[in-house]
């Protein structure tokens, strides 16, 4: 009997994913409004429970427990971009516009400045070599950027992981601090929102950490996150590698 | 009929990626840039188009609506695929470099608010 319940969830993952978000969010909504009076958003428990659950899986989080492979389509990245575009229904033009060049620089300076931070990071661990230390500091970028300079300047697939793992570890933080220093960070509005999707850049961060604090704002700094990725994938090994290359011969 | 506006969702949705494609193939990047903002862009202007012309049904926007609904969920079950093994025994340099990055970054967030109050005045 139990085996035959579980080949029904197996067979039709997808639909079983539904069931378990809903059950997730449940649990957290009573825990969030009972337990712990409103402190923290029932959503932003609701997310912190999803990473608690993704631990006890492989590379694919939870997904790799064949039960739970549903939850890969649910949470990839065709169902997260395509309801991200969703937000955007109502989202005023004007407003963009209005913050379109801050937002810009906001998107450079996110990018130069994580680089910087994690090339002096890594150097400060013993990495000498200009391919290395440009890969793992793209990957403090985000955790598709790490890959792509890593690919293009030929580092070893060693340091190309360890610049995935700093990508993820960003996400995460992003994720969970998001909403608990919104609003000491003055991330109260639509233009703060852009600066952040900016700064941050992380599109899986910035669209959970944003859900979790105030879903108006989710269109806003989502619309300079995704562009933070194309971005970096330019700068990083065709801009900052070579200067680091001339500064570390 | 709600999936009208569904379809419109997804012809921006291709769009925008499409879009993103090509860029990065002009400028010789392994991946789109950005083409999910530029999808974003095209459903505003759209939509904002379609109810000038009164042509935005309230069963376009509730299909749409569906979605934008799905979102949260969407982001739990995103957070349940994490690879979060790799990312806490990846090694020390990958977790510092990270979290150190990651947390200066929400410091740069009040001081560019405060240079963009500054423009405005």
Redesign the interface.
């Known amino acids: 009997m139990i085996k035959l319940i579980e080949d029904l969830f197996i067979k039709n993952g997808f639909i079983f994913?539904?069931l378990?978000?809903?059950v997730?969010?449940l649990i957290t909504d009573f825990l969030s409004k009972r337990v712990i009076k409103n402190k923290i958003p029932g959503?932003a428990l609701?997310?912190?429970?999803?990473?608690i659950?993704?631990?006890f899986?492989?590379?694919?989080?939870?997904?790799n427990i064949p039960i739970?492979a549903g939850?890969?389509i649910?949470?990839?990245s065709m169902?997260?971009?395509?309801?991200?575009?969703?937000?955007?229904?109502?989202?005023?033009?004007e407003e963009?516009k209005k913050?379109g060049w801050?937002a810009f620089?906001?998107l450079l300076?996110?990018i130069f400045?994580?680089f910087t931070?994690?090339t002096i990071?890594?150097y400060s661990?013993g990495?000498r070599d200009a391919k290395s230390i440009a890969t793992?500091?793209s990957?403090?970028c985000t955790f598709?950027v790490g890959p792509?300079t890593g690919?293009?300047v030929g580092a070893s697939s060693e340091i190309i992981?360890?610049?995935?793992?700093?990508?993820?570890?960003?996400?995460?933080?992003?994720?969970i601090?998001t909403p608990l220093?919104a609003k000491r960070?003055?991330?109260v509005d639509k233009?703060?929102a852009m600066?952040?999707g900016g700064?941050?850049g992380t599109?899986?961060g910035v669209?959970?950490g944003l859900?979790a604090t105030d879903?108006k704002l989710?269109?806003y700094g989502?619309?300079?996150a995704?562009?933070y990725?194309?971005?970096a994938?330019?700068l990083c090994p065709s801009v900052f590698y070579p200067v680091l290359k001339i500064l570390m011969p | 009929m709600k999936i009208y506006g569904v379809a419109m969702l997804a012809a921006c949705y291709f769009t925008g990626l499409l879009i993103g494609e090509v860029l990065g193939r002009l400028l010789h990047i392994q991946g789109n840039l950005g083409g999910v903002g530029f999808a974003m862009l095209l459903l505003i202007l759209l939509s904002d188009w379609l109810k000038k012309k009164n042509l935005l049904h309230a069963e376009f926007e509730s299909g749409i609506g569906f979605w934008t609904s799905m979102y949260i969920p969407i982001v739990i079950a995103m957070a349940s695929i994490q690879n979060v093994q790799s990312a806490l025994s990846g090694g020390l340099v990958a977790v510092v470099a990270g979290a150190v990055s990651t947390s200066l970054c929400f410091f740069l967030i009040p001081l560019l608010k405060g240079l963009m109050k500054k423009n405005e005045q």
């Open positions: 994913s539904f378990l978000v809903g997730m969010m959503v609701a997310i912190v429970l999803g990473l659950l993704a631990g899986g492989g590379d694919k989080g939870i997904a739970f939850m890969a649910l949470g990839g169902m997260r971009d395509f309801a991200i575009v969703s937000t955007s229904l109502g989202a005023s033009f963009i913050a801050v620089l906001s300076i996110g400045f994580s931070i994690g990071i890594s661990f990495y793992i500091a990957g403090a598709i792509i690919n293009a992981t360890l610049s995935i793992a700093a990508g993820v570890v960003k996400v995460l933080i992003v994720t601090c220093t960070i003055g991330l233009n703060s600066v952040f700064i941050m599109t899986s669209s959970a859900a879903m989710v269109p989502a619309i300079t995704t562009f990725t194309g971005t994938a330019i």
